[in-house]
């Protein structure tokens, strides 16, 4: 190629630029593409359309890959959301903070992959026998501002110290939180934690989190 474009002064930039701008060249030259060949990724000389097959062929693969994984979501936020439906109206039915609080411990660590679930509040203090988790506004806000204060639902290992002070003595390794509010003001979390480290991520999403928060803030205008 090199000495034949040496030849004619042309050069392999002024060739591709001509190619682009004459998309049906080969249409009119269909005895020049028998005599093209290319490298294949296995070593072996194939001819240009065999090259554009195998390009295609690739392209469509890599997009049945791309829908697959659109649908398998697809169908893992649609259960997802039937699951989180059933649990609303569980919610719905309860009469009690303790059953609230009943209520979301056994079904998210059934139903759902979570290993433990502590809802903790800052406007109702706690007596023997509730299964919530009081704790002062201002310790849980330096722990997790970003909930507490700007309401923002998020999810990361956080440090031992920040875990221990929802969970306890657990093996809680990564966490989800949701932001509890009364009035727009952020008055508690609902916790979600997992034994994984990497099971609650930065990245996770978190939409159907921030939608069971947004229920359980509504219920606590009853008390």
């Not at 295609?56 to 039937?82: C, S």
């Not at 903070?97 to 903790?120: A, G, M, P, W, Y």
């Not at 299964?131 to 923002?152: A, G, M, P, Q, V």
């Not at 093996?171 to 609902?190: D, Y």
Request: contains cysteine; glycine residues 4%; hydrophobic residues 40%.
């Amino acid at each position: 190629m090199t000495e034949l474009t040496d030849e004619l002064s042309i050069s392999e930039e002024e060739v591709v630029r001509y190619l682009r701008l004459q998309p049906h060249f080969f249409e009119d030259h269909p005895n020049l593409l028998k005599s093209l060949h290319l490298k294949h990724d296995s070593g072996d000389a194939i001819s240009l359309i065999e090259r554009q097959n195998h390009i295609l062929r690739k392209e469509n693969n890599d997009l049945i890959d791309r829908l697959n994984h659109f649908i398998n979501v697809a169908q893992r936020n649609d259960n997802l959301f039937m699951k989180l439906q059933k649990l609303v109206l569980e919610l719905i039915a309860c009469r009690t903070l303790n059953d609230i609080s009943k209520v979301l411990n056994q079904v998210l660590t059934e139903r759902f992959d979570v290993d433990q679930v502590q809802l903790v509040l800052t406007h109702q203090q706690t007596t023997d026998g509730d299964l919530w988790l009081y704790c002062d506004r201002e310790i849980l806000n330096t722990h997790f501002r970003s909930t507490i204060t700007e309401l923002k639902n998020q999810c990361g290992e956080f440090s031992e110290t920040s875990r221990q002070l929802l969970f306890a003595e657990s093996e809680v390794k990564s966490v989800a939180l949701g932001a509890v509010t009364l009035n727009g003001k952020g008055i508690g979390l609902i916790a979600l934690g997992s034994h994984s480290a990497s099971h609650f991520r930065s990245s996770t999403d978190t939409l159907f989190l921030g939608h069971l928060a947004n229920v359980i803030s509504q219920l606590l205008a009853r008390f």
